[in-house]
């Protein structure tokens, strides 16, 4: 039971005898958020350029989600993918229509939607070529989640090795090089999967001519390519789905994070193609994905994002959030580099270790994160103003000195 009288040294206590230790925690813990700011139990504020790992693309207590969710906690939270409801017809309409494609399933996170993903084309192979057997290409220094079918196609060993033997038939290319991927296509490759943006590996946006050539390889060769917008996706880079700003459009995309802003919901997404030669009554199932609870969520996210021209924003502010970062790359030493897109965007740090300066920062009030080894990740709220990128630089050159 909580103590209201624990200090946050000893609630962090309670906390490592209770919850299995599989996180290294920062040493603070979060009570409110407000805006672009969270507080933590003792009151002190932070600004949040990390977003919960760009799921809160809201932010905290937007206008009119809080209400949403409310509103249909008070009409029903769970009924079952044995009945329709309406929240998931809505939501699932607007997906469709955001992401241009045809066939949603709504799953409660972005590793169960890399599971749908797989498995829709693994069975989209085996109804084209009769039987089963067919491999997988994932791109190194990838990440799509942590169950034994995501693990597989995460192009870390790092992650993998000790949960080894995990699903066979996967294959590993270079993102960004187009002939490394050819090299690994043989009669049994059904599908190529990759990240349009690498998020974990250290914020690499795709080339256009890469993904422009895993189109061509995949329609010429009858492969599913399968697009990871879990991170990127949704807002992030200025477009609903960072492919959109390329122009290659995916046989099957996965979404999650900031899908519903906070709570737990994501979904894969099909083509015409895809969906009508794959998953059929009896593949695939959850229990608990597409209730209404989430769904109005999503329902909700996509309504804002549409009144409040969340994409629009993104697009006006990210030039000025990109130049004061190219700032910091000129003034300090330890900042050799920026990439990214939009709001996605990463600092490659040298010098000293980037948990370093993490940790500097939520010392003074600012919540950033890491990438890959190198790189500090900045993934705030979509709806951060100039202000904010200003006093998210102050904090940081405080830091870098």
């Not at 974990?200 to 399968?226: H, N, Q, S, V």
């Amino acid at each position: 039971m909580k103590n209201t009288t624990m200090n946050m040294h000893d609630q962090i206590e309670e906390a490592e005898v209770n919850i299995l230790h599989t996180y290294n925690r920062f040493p603070v813990v979060f009570e409110r958020g407000e805006g672009c700011y969270l507080y933590d139990t003792e009151g002190k504020k932070y600004l949040d350029f990390a977003a919960g790992i760009a799921v809160s693309a809201l932010g905290y207590h937007y206008p009119g989600y809080d209400e949403a969710l409310q509103e249909q906690i008070g009409k029903l939270m769970h009924i079952s993918n044995l009945y329709y409801n309406q929240p998931v017809i809505e939501a699932g309409a607007k997906l469709a229509l955001a992401s241009r494609m045809d066939k949603v399933f709504f799953t409660n996170s972005g590793t169960e939607a890399i599971e749908g993903a797989l498995k829709a084309a693994k069975k989209y192979a085996y109804v084209r070529d009769g039987h089963a057997g067919h491999e997988i290409i994932a791109m190194n220094h990838s990440f799509h989640g942590r169950s034994i079918g995501a693990l597989s196609v995460t192009g870390n060993a790092h992650y993998r090795e000790a949960f080894e033997p995990l699903m066979g038939g996967v294959k590993f290319a270079d993102f960004n090089d187009l002939e490394s991927v050819k090299v690994q296509i043989t009669d049994k490759t059904c599908a190529i999967l990759t990240e349009t943006v690498q998020g974990e590996g250290g914020i690499y946006p795709a080339d256009k001519e890469f993904l422009e050539g895993l189109r061509k390889i995949c329609d010429e060769k009858d492969i599913l390519l399968i697009f990871d917008e879990i991170q990127c996706g949704m807002g992030r880079t200025g477009y609903y789905f960072a492919w959109q700003a390329y122009g290659v459009q995916p046989d099957i995309m996965t979404c999650a994070k900031a899908l519903g802003s906070g709570v737990p919901v994501g979904a894969f997404v099909l083509n015409k193609k895809a969906a009508s030669a794959s998953l059929e009554p009896g593949d695939h199932g959850t229990t608990y994905g597409g209730n209404p609870f989430v769904c109005a969520a999503v329902s909700k996210v996509f309504s804002i994002f549409e009144k409040d021209m969340i994409l629009t924003h993104v697009q006006e502010l990210t030039p000025y959030l990109e130049q004061r970062l190219d700032e910091l790359v000129e003034e300090f030493d330890c900042v050799s580099g920026r990439r990214g897109m939009g709001f996605m965007q990463g600092l490659v740090i040298v010098g000293r270790p980037v948990g370093e300066v993490v940790k500097k920062a939520l010392e003074a009030g600012l919540l950033v994160i890491s990438a890959g080894s190198d790189v500090l990740r900045l993934v705030p709220p979509l709806v951060i103003t100039r202000d904010h990128v200003d006093e998210m630089i102050e904090i940081l050159k405080k830091c870098l000195k």
